[in-house]
T-cell receptor, first 113, second 115 residues
Framework: DVKVTQSSRYLVKRTGEKVFLECVQDMDHENMFWYRQDPGLGLRLIYFSYDVKMKEKGDIPEGYSVSREKKERFSLILESASTNQTSMYLC????????????FGDGTRLSIL | AQKVTQAQTEISVVEKEDVTLDCVYETRDTTYYLFWYKQPPSGELVFLIRRNSFDEQNEISGRYSWNFQKSTSSFNFTITASQVVDSAVYFCALSEANRDDKIIFGKGTRLHILP
């Protein structure tokens, strides 16, 4: 079974802080993704990574950056957290084979005060 | 442009009733894939099924069944004899063959199964 682990289930930070959300997968998947999920808006893609040190902007990258130094780990960084970044963040990974499904972590519920 | 519409934002049914969750999609590709995911209260999205555009056979897995109809661009999901554990948000999603790194999700349907 694929295991995608997000470092925190709940996180509370203050406006202006630099915030790191970590995601680790144990299946040697090439592709990894970060989404945010908000009521009424569904899932929106922030960034994704094809492979180590490769990254692509998703639909809403503003205010975020990512890091993929090792294949199993994909970090989402909020450079200077703002209250509108309060949300549920979901990490996913998948093998780079034609249209395979993404596998998701449990999510991190982030509150910015 | 690709789009996935789940018109039902919230549904409540009494346990043991059957319930169908609707999904309508738009794409210009002739080759594409459709997915359903379940998100229980714990938060993790759980993959349920993947279907490619060339396979219109209906699929049944236990109490779950899926009806794919290209003519109406729909990929509906039916739960038979619903149980309280089926309470969750269900997402339908689409990925196109030429951009299979991206999945377009619908906004989800929140399903309440009442005891």
């Amino acid at each position: 079974d694929v295991k995608v682990t997000q470092s925190s289930r709940y996180l509370v930070k203050r406006t202006g802080e630099k915030v790191f959300l970590e995601c680790v997968q144990d299946m040697d998947h090439e592709n990894m993704f970060w989404y945010r999920q908000d009521p009424g808006l569904g899932l929106r893609l922030i960034y994704f990574s094809y492979d180590v040190k490769m990254k692509e902007k998703g639909d809403i990258p503003e205010g975020y950056s990512v890091s993929r130094e090792k294949k199993e780990r994909f970090s989402l960084i909020l450079e200077s957290a703002s209250t509108n970044q309060t949300s549920m963040y979901l990490c996913a990974s998948r093998v780079q084979v034609f249209n395979q499904p993404q596998h998701f972590g449990d999510g991190t519920r982030l509150s910015i005060l | 442009a690709q789009k996935v519409t789940q018109a039902q934002t919230e549904i409540s049914v009494v346990e043991k009733e059957d319930v169908t969750l609707d999904c309508v999609y738009e794409t210009r590709d002739t080759t594409y894939y459709l997915f359903w995911y379940k998100q229980p209260p714990s938060g993790e999205l759980v993959f349920l099924i993947r279907r490619n555009s060339f396979d219109e056979q209906n699929e049944i897995s236990g109490r779950y069944s899926w009806n794919f109809q290209k003519s109406t661009s729909s990929f509906n999901f039916t739960i038979t004899a619903s149980q309280v554990v089926d309470s969750a948000v269900y997402f339908c999603a689409l990925s196109e063959a030429n951009r299979d790194d991206k999945i377009i999700f619908g906004k989800g349907t929140r399903l309440h199964i009442l005891p």
